[in-house]
C-alpha cells in the first residue's frame, strides 16, 4: 500500500489593519509613565511594527479572512474541507473552541475541528496533527489557522513584554497527496518551565481569578529558545535523512530577529534562507510561522518544490518543527 502524505496547497494571511510602529508605541506608553525607545526595541528585537485588533474583533475575524486567502490560493471551496484546527491562545471564548466559529463564519458544517493550544508553538503542533490525521485516512483537506490577538494579553505598564507582541492570523490548506509534502515532524514540551512564560489568570464564579496578563521571564525564555530550537531542526533533518544544506529556506517563530538568526548560525544556514517578518508584525505567538510562510509565498521567495524548515518555540515550554517540500 503506498503512504498517504500531506502536501501545502496554499497559504493565506490576515492582518488586522491597525498598524502600530515603534514610536506610536513610544509616545502611547510615555503617557502612562513607561518609557522604551524605537532604538531598544530594534537593536534587541529587530521589531519595527505590529498590528493591533479593534477592540470588537477576536482571533477569529482574522482567522477567516487568512482561511480564505489560503482556499483560494489553493482552488478549493469551503464545502471541500473536511477538518479544522486553529492553533490560538487568544480563542474567542473559553469554549467552544474559535475553530467551531471558524466553521461556521466559514459556511461549512459536519467536518471536525478543534483548536491546539501550544502557544508560540501551536501552528507546528496543528500541522503535525493535520498533517497525522490526513495519513491515517481520518481527513482529506484541512484548514491549518494560527490566529492570535495577543494585544488582549498585554500589560501596557510592563515595558520588557508589551513591546514585543502583535495580532494577525495565517493559514494553509493541507491535502492529501501522493507524494510529500511534509517530510517529518518533531513536537516536544517541558512543564517544569510553565512560568518562565505564561498568562496566570483563569476564570471562575464568573470573574477572573489571578494576573490575566503575560508575563515573560524574556533571558529564560531565550536561552530556552536557542538551544531547543537547534534540537527539533537537527531531529526533523535525521527523520527525514536530510542534511541541513539542502533547506531552501528556514521559516522560525518571528519572537526575535537574534534567535532566528542564531538558528540559522547553528544550521551554518546563511541569513538570505530565513523568512524574516517580525519587523513588521511583532511577535504573533501561534500565527507567526504561517504570515511569515505566506508573505515568503507571495514575495516569490518560497517556490513550489523547495525545501521548508518550520520552528515554533513558546509558552508551556513547547517547541516542534515541521520539515516540508512546498
Ligand atoms: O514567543 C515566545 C518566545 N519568546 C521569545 O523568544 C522572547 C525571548 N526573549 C527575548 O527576545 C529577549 O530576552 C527580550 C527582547 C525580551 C529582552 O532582551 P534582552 O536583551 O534579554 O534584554 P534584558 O531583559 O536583558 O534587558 C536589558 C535591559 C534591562 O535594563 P538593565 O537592567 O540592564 O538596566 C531592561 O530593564 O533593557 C531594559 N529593558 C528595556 N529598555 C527599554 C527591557 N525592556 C525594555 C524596553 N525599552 N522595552
Redesign the pocket.
Known sequence: MTRRYSRITGTGSYLPPRRVTNNDLVAELALQGV???DE??VE??GIRARHFTAPDMGASDLAVPAAQAAMQAAGVQPADIDLIIVATSTPDMVFPSTAAIVQHKLGISGCPVFDVQA??SGFVYALAVADALIANGTAHRALVIGAEVFSRLLDFKD???????GDGAGAVVLEASDTPGILATDLHADGKHVDI?CVPGHVSGGQILGDPLLK?D??A??KL?VGVLDKAARAVLAKAEMEASSIDWLIP?Q??I??MLSTARKLHLPPEKVVVTVQDHG?T?AA?IPLALDHGVRAGQVKLGQTVLLEG???GFTWGAVLLKM
Not at 515595558?159 to 507582541?165: D, E, G, M, S
Open positions: 518609557e522604551t525607545s531598544w526595541i534587541r528585537t502557544v508560540c515595558r520588557t513584554t508589551c513591546v514585543l507582541f512564560l515573560m524574556g533571558q525564555v531565550f529558545a517563530h519572537a526575535n537574534r534567535i511577535n505567538s507567526s518555540v513558546g509558552g
